[in-house]
């Protein structure tokens, strides 16, 4: 079998050690002060100052993956003689994955006989994360590039995100609630739920009133759409570890099983959802 590389972007919300441990290169998106012209990249990060800087007001805004740093991180792995399977962050909510993709096309010409697949995840944070631990784990086992691309594109469509938010101005600022909603949902103590859809999209789905039993409400979702109770979930959180503790609690009480992973969100997600953002993924029958 042809060696291959696994390849993501910082917004699969995964530790950096984490990936470089499972032998995965991650190329950096990026983040900037709405009112500064200066880009940081995501592996630059203090996330606990992040956070607070968001609360004290201050407006981030994200940047998808620039195609230099793509092509460069493309052409490394092809000048190694290895093929390229990149995981991408959802075409829902960022042109990256489609970046990565035109890149993929003007290189398959400079490199004939060598391979580059590009799989659009329609997922984000952990739900990313999740799709590049199953490639890694098929890698391990030995399946090959075009196998595994086929593995991942069928487990796209079943792999369940379901999101709650702390602060409701973060998702009227990005244009997904009204002003009226959401000063409406703040002052009834309103929590949304929301999930990525099939289109790897946002998409408001239910209120709960109270921070705890939104929490609650996505242990529920696991219990009813995983596809299997026992099976491997992740779980990400925006400066908000005490309700990741939680949630991991809901379902290890029933099931008996702990997240394989608890990460936190970076600014790539995090700077749009606001802190407090508490998400959880796995696979189910559908999304």
């Keep these: ?67 230099d740093d793509c092509r460069e991180a ?10 390229v399977l990149y995981i991408g962050l959802s075409s829902g909510i960022s042109t990256t994955s489609n970046v990565a993709r035109l890149t993929a096309e003007e290189l398959a010409a400079e490199y004939p006989g060598q391979d580059i ?11 990313l994360g999740m799709l590049v631990y199953f490639a890694v784990k098929k890698q391990r086992e030995g399946m090959p590039l075009n196998e595994l691309y086929d593995h991942l594109t069928a487990l796209v469509p079943k792999l369940a995100h379901w999101v709650t938010v702390e602060d409701l101005q ?22 949304p739920v929301i ?37 491997e979930y992740f779980i990400t959180h925006a400066d908000c570890p005490e309700d990741a503790k939680a949630l991991e609690s809901m379902i290890e009480e029933k099931y008996g099983r702990k997240a394989t992973s608890i990460s936190q969100i970076g600014p790539v997600i995090g700077a749009h959802a606001g802190p407090g953002t508490l998400a959880l993924f796995f696979l189910g029958a559908e999304r």
Aim: contains cysteine; glycine residues 8%; aromatic residues 8%.
């Design 1 to 67: 079998m042809k060696e291959y590389v696994i390849i993501t972007d910082s917004g699969c919300d995964m530790e950096y050690e984490v990936l470089a441990q499972w032998g995965v290169r991650c190329i950096d998106l990026f983040y900037r002060k709405a009112e500064e012209d200066v880009l940081y990249p995501n592996s630059s990060v203090n996330l606990p100052d992040f956070y607070a800087q968001m609360r004290a007001g201050i407006v981030y805004q994200t940047s998808a993956i620039n195609p």
């Design 74 to 83: 493309f052409v490394k792995a092809l000048d190694e003689g290895k093929d």
């Design 117 to 127: 697949r590009v799989v659009d995840s329609l997922c984000a944070s952990g739900g």
């Design 170 to 191: 973060y998702l009227k600022r990005g244009g997904r609630i009204s002003a009226t909603a959401a000063f409406a949902g703040t002052v009834l103590n309103l929590k």
């Design 195 to 231: 999930h990525v859809d099939d289109e790897g999209k946002l998409a408001n789905t239910a209120k709960v009133r109270g921070r705890r039993q939104a929490v609650r409400h996505l242990a529920d979702k696991y219990a009813q759409l995983a596809e299997q109770t026992d099976g």
